[in-house]
């Protein structure tokens, strides 16, 4: 297995309140990125990382900030959550060399509920 | 916007069956991934096709992807329980980004 951890497994916040998730790898990889999943969605990209302090915008980014200071840690914030950010999220990391048809790893996914 | 959809949404099946799902896309695929998904964990790669009426199999599980590269199909001879799991198509550009399609939650039972 890929060595990723995420970081809660489990959550449960308010509404309006700060939450940072952290996903870490032992494997090196200079893409990392961050997805949602919700029924009848499969998963959706929120951002994503090329490299240190590199990243860009996916496909649901509002609500959402991230930050990568170390290549092991990609994190995860949500400035002042809301109900629709409950979800569970998973973080994926790739090597990136081959121009989109590498295999991109998946954590074990968080689980966040936001009352 | 691209538009994934797969088909059927659920499958229920008996052990030793086969089933076949179901990917469509509105646009032409940069590249296609199957990935599986099992309850309480993250998507893992199956296969990655690329050209047009490519065809990959990997032990009891057969992939096709469409002349056009707009579909793909996910065949499953005599199906085990430990295929139980969601089975989720998705798109892969250069950048590596994924754009998934709701999935396939497929049942097994012994």
């Known amino acids: 297995d890929a060595g990723i951890t995420q970081s809660p497994r489990h959550k449960v916040t308010e509404t309006g309140t700060p939450v940072t998730l952290r996903c870490h790898q032992t494997?090196?990889?200079?893409?990392m990125y961050w997805y949602r999943q919700d029924p009848g969605h499969g998963l959706r990209l929120i951002h994503y990382s090329y490299g240190v302090k590199d990243t860009d915008k996916g496909e649901v980014s509002d609500g959402y900030s991230v930050s990568r200071s170390k290549t092991e840690d990609f994190l995860l914030t949500l400035e002042s959550a809301t109900s629709s950010q409950t979800s569970v999220y998973f973080c994926?990391?790739?090597?990136?060399?081959?121009?989109?048809?590498?295999?991109?790893?998946f954590g074990p996914g968080t689980r966040l509920l936001v009352l | 916007t691209q538009l994934l959809e797969q088909s059927p949404q659920f499958l229920s099946i008996q052990e030793g069956e086969n089933l076949t799902v179901y990917c469509n896309s509105s646009?032409?695929?940069?590249?296609l991934q199957w990935y599986r998904q099992e309850p309480g964990e993250g998507p893992v790669l199956l296969v990655t096709?690329?050209?047009?009426?490519e065809v990959k199999k990997l032990k009891r599980l057969t992939f096709q992807f469409g002349d056009a590269r707009k579909d793909s199909s996910l065949h499953i001879t005599a199906a085990q329980p430990g295929d139980t799991g969601l089975y989720l198509c998705a798109d892969a550009d250069s950048w590596g980004k994924l754009q998934f399609g709701a999935g396939t939650q497929v049942v097994v039972t012994p």
């Open positions: 994926a990391i790739s090597d990136g060399r081959g121009a989109g048809q590498e295999t991109q790893y």
């Open positions: 494997e090196n990889h200079r893409y």
């Open positions: 646009s032409v695929f940069s590249s």
């Open positions: 096709v690329v050209t047009g009426g």
